[in-house]
């Protein structure tokens, strides 16, 4: 079956799926309209005490993890730190952004987003990211409904991203005002996913789902509620540019909410790039967690623009049969295999095959027990005086339903496990403070961190 992060944020009837993004050539845009929201007073809120998980997971000698906030969030989605890394804004799915200082566990509100954000199943405030060049600026993506009121189950809805600053929020995809909308959704699941800054810390790179049914096959013959035409494929093909969506890709903004801004496609065939990261330097190569349908999990590399991953013809390094059956891949070609894949009934890396971890149970279970969602993607960036060779400067993944994270170094693509055993899942991997790898446990609503002594 679709595995999916919602079955663990919602009643098990629900089950969803986690998506990619569209397509789009190239768009010119209008600058974003400044919304002001009401004046509220601050609100502040002090979590726990900072400790030491208990019981640990499972990790490489030397290395502890801590929870950094807990008591005092709900539901985080995604983290990113401010310049100089003294401060943390924090994503809350329902649509409240922190800024949390990292020296003590306080976090006051930033912005409060929650009338205009859809939070059911997969859907909400998922995407977030500072500007490394103004800390007052912090962007925001978001699904938000496209008729008023109108949010759960099969429905289409949009998304949004949006300059959030002291002054209120400023719409820059689409505009304000905007006649025309640049995501569609009609699944709980494979909305929006992940900001990232580029290497010259002014391009912002953004991803989003496919927008398709994740519990059968999609090409279109479902629904029209997304108004695209009646002509197929559409559904899971829309990754593939047959609509004016941009879903199932990753978009690359320059200069966004100026007057110069512009929008193209730099990578299409994306499921759900729910996470993806960008690798350290002065590179803008990207590494996407494109989440699974029913065999694979992969990360995708884009390096060049213009790479077509090749979904729903290709899942992982297979093309995808039920699609296939559907007579509309013959057109899809020069795609591009996945960085790394595993199989839902595989291990992803020999210590887990060894150990029977990360997924089963030492006495069975196998590895796929629980589900398999790549959930997580991020880099350290080198800055660390304390973490081993193996481990800094390396890329990093979690599975939020095998509760573990593994690691490797490209263009190496051996995975070796790194963290096992975790308390619940993690959805957003960051650089933090002295290089230490920080992550997102949606699960148990915490913020947590990894050093090394």
């Known amino acids: 079956m679709p595995r999916s992060i919602a079955r663990w944020l919602i009643p098990s009837h629900l089950i969803a799926a986690l998506a990619a993004l569209l397509m789009l050539p190239f768009l010119s845009l209008t600058v974003g309209v400044r919304v002001t929201h009401a004046a509220a007073p601050v609100q502040a809120v002090t979590c726990e005490a900072v400790s030491t998980t208990r019981p640990q997971p499972v990790l490489p000698k030397g290395f502890t993890e801590q929870i950094l906030y807990k008591g005092c969030l709900n539901q985080p989605t995604a983290i990113s730190f401010n310049s100089d890394k003294t401060r943390v804004f924090v994503a809350e799915k329902g649509g409240r952004v922190w800024n949390c200082e990292v020296a003590s566990p306080t976090c006051t509100l930033f912005a409060d987003l929650s009338s205009e954000v859809c939070n059911q199943d997969d859907r909400g405030l998922l995407g977030l990211a500072v500007d490394p060049l103004n800390d007052a600026k912090v962007y925001v993506l978001y699904t938000t409904p496209r008729a008023a009121g109108a949010c759960s ?88 540019g047959v609509s004016p ?6 978009l690359r903004i320059t200069n966004p909410g100026t007057g110069t801004q512009s929008v193209a496609t730099i990578a299409n065939g994306l499921r759900n790039p729910f996470r993806f990261a960008r690798a350290p330097g002065s590179t803008d190569d990207l590494y996407i967690g494109n989440v699974g349908w029913n065999t694979w999990e992969s990360i995708d590399h884009a390096s060049i623009a213009g790479q077509n991953f090749g979904w729903p013809c290709y899942e992982g390094p297979n093309t995808q049969p039920d699609y296939q059956a559907t007579n509309y891949c ?13 199989g839902h009934q595989s291990y992803v890396s020999d210590e887990d095959r060894k150990g029977k971890t990360c997924g089963g149970r030492p006495s069975g279970g196998g590895p796929d027990q629980n589900g398999s969602v790549i959930s997580a993607i991020g880099f350290t ?17 979690g599975d939020i339903l095998r509760k573990c994270i593994w690691t490797m170094q490209p263009p190496d693509n051996t995975p070796r496990t790194f963290a096992k055993a975790l308390e619940g899942g993690p959805v957003d991997l960051k650089t933090g403070p002295a290089g230490d790898l920080f992550y997102v446990d949606l699960i148990t609503s915490t913020v947590r961190r990894i050093s090394h002594k």
């Open 153 to 240: 189950g099969y429905f289409p809805t949009a998304g949004q991203l949006s300059l959030v600053t002291a002054a209120g929020e400023t719409k820059i995809l689409p505009a304000a005002g905007a006649t025309s909308q640049t995501w569609c959704f009609y699944s709980q699941s494979h909305s929006i996913g992940a900001l990232v800054f580029g290497s010259d810390n002014k391009t912002l790179f953004v991803s989003a789902g496919d927008g398709s049914n994740f519990q059968q096959v999609d090409y279109g013959q479902l629904d029209n509620a997304c108004g695209d035409g009646t002509n197929l494929p559409q559904g899971s093909f829309r990754s593939q």
């Open 245 to 250: 969506y941009s879903d199932g890709v990753i």
């Open 330 to 342: 013959g057109s899809v070609g020069g795609v591009t295999a996945p960085f790394f894949a595993y």
């Open 381 to 397: 960036d080198g800055t660390s005086r304390t973490y081993p060779a193996p481990y800094d400067k390396a890329l990093y993944f």
